[in-house]
């Protein structure tokens, strides 16, 4: 391997380290709510962020929450030696996107039917560090 080339490989790994994302697929709740709690977080640090998803009253910030948890879990892994509190974590990305619907055929008056349309949607959290002391 150049050199050139692997300097950028270390770089990249380098990034990566500072980076730990969790993925949340299937999740039986439309986008369009998801992204409601979803918007209430993102670029937060992660201590509000909890606190947030806490004392939100939605079903979706349960969700939520147990994915913010997994991605911390993920960070944790990936820096054993490091300390989460002067990481100074945040969610640098969440992206709500819409997964399989489930159609469903409601009976409606004088021989009708109804389209239901029943959303799921995938969630993907990536979460950044502030601190960029390590080496």
């Known amino acids: 391997m150049g050199v050139r080339k692997r300097q950028m490989a270390e770089r990249i790994k380098a990034e990566k380290q500072q980076v730990a994302f969790a993925k949340l697929n299937n999740c039986p709740t439309s986008p369009r709510k998801m992204r409601l709690v979803a918007d209430l977080v993102r670029g937060v640090q992660i201590e509000k962020a909890l606190a947030i998803l806490k004392f939100n009253p939605k079903e979706a910030s349960r969700r939520l929450e147990k994915l913010l948890l997994s991605a911390i879990a993920n960070w944790q892994a990936k820096n054993e ?7 100074e974590l945040f969610i640098k990305e969440i992206r709500v996107d819409s997964g399989s619907m489930l159609k ?21 959290l990536v979460l950044g560090s502030n601190n960029n002391t390590q080496s």
């Open 81 to 87: 030696d490091a300390d989460i509190e002067d990481a």
């Open 104 to 124: 469903r055929l409601r009976p409606a008056p004088q021989g009708r039917a109804h389209r239901i349309r029943k959303r799921s949607n995938h969630v993907t």
